[in-house]
């Protein structure tokens, strides 16, 4: 695998894509696709998908397509989907807990096996038979106890920038962030921001623009 | 304004984003900032903030920075954030309520006005005093008693491309769209996906490739 080149954000999240539509067509039984065809899925150009594809090496052979489940298997492989993750929640409000129900993490691989909370009320309830609601403090513990590797921050703005602190120094290396806040984000780790406000100026944006 | 531009997502995301950090600037008394204290915040070029800017026509004067307010004013205005918009949600679980209590998005203008579900178990239900979840064949009536201009659809793959139909015939032209199924876009909907699976799969990449 090339690892010196930068590849950009939005081929990974394509290279998703491709992998989720890839499962689906294995379960229908079909063995063989074209660049062009995957292309036409999602609106992209068929030189789109090869160049996405060829940053990770040569897949398929030119006019012979690409074998569904060898593809499949590589795009896995490489987004780290052949294997399952172990995750925390800090922060059970509405956002945390339905990150915490949604059962199609599961299925992917992407399993959260503890829940902080800085509420007193909160921590010690049970969610389920054996996941109770944890304080903040025992997140370190807990962390390299359950060899967790991703962190969801679901908290307030004001508590955000302690919350990565907190995990980053637990030695979590990958944060799915939902706080609009500005932070500093600790060397070393990956984190990606969900902003639904900003989802929804976007479209306001649009109403207002066509 | 300049539309015949076709103007970049990703403008548009930071637009808003350079939004909210003039209202904070505002809120603290700060009356002038220049493109590269802007551009700073979020590790951008000072370029690309004025390129940015530019697409809506000149703002501020070169050496003297942007007035706070006004240039917010402006944003304001472009992004649509001047007004208040009437939102239905489609999908009363757990990723549903989680943006029905999401107090934030009310404060930005956004309010949830109705919420449906196709369960009959939920239809009926009340959310708080005066929002019942209705059933999904009272949504045409609904949105235009109630003049809903986005829909949130967070029901599952099966019966997202229902939802987004049934929003678009009656009137809706823009979508919050949470379901990870392909789906057919009818004609002058602006439809903006979130994939919080691809977001942490983004993440597993990260850490499978660093």
Redesign the interface.
């Known amino acids: ?1 090339k ?1 010196k080149i930068k590849i950009p ?1 939005s081929a ?2 394509r ?3 491709y ?2 539509h890839l499962a689906s067509l294995k379960e229908l039984g079909v063995e063989t696709i074209s660049s062009r065809e995957i292309a036409t ?1 999602y609106g992209l150009a068929p030189f789109q998908v090869r160049k996405d594809l060829s940053y990770f090496g040569a897949f398929g052979r030119r006019g012979r397509g690409y074998n569904v489940a060898k593809l499949m298997d590589k795009l896995g ?5 052949d294997r399952s ?1 172990n ?1 925390c929640l800090v922060g059970a409000g ?2 945390g ?3 915490y ?2 059962q ?2 599961k299925q ?3 399993n959260i096996v503890a829940v902080f909370d800085s509420d007193p009320k909160k921590a010690g309830q049970t969610l389920k038979p054996g996941m109770a609601i944890q304080s903040m403090d025992q997140i370190e513990q807990t962390v390299n106890q359950k060899m967790i ?2 962190g969801i921050i679901a908290v307030p703005p004001q508590a955000a920038q302690a919350a990565v602190d907190k995990l980053a120094a637990a030695g979590v ?4 962030f939902f706080p ?1 806040s ?1 932070i500093l984000i600790p060397k ?1 780790i ?1 984190l ?1 921001r ?1 902003n ?15």
């Open positions: 695998m690892d954000e990974i999240r290279l998703s894509l992998f989720h899925v492989a490489i987004l780290g989907l993750w995750i509405n956002i807990l339905a990150m129900r949604y199609d993490f992917r691989g992407f590797q991703i290396k990958a944060i799915l609009s500005q070393g990956a990606r969900v639904l406000g900003l989802d929804l100026e976007f479209l306001s944006y649009a109403l207002t623009n066509n």
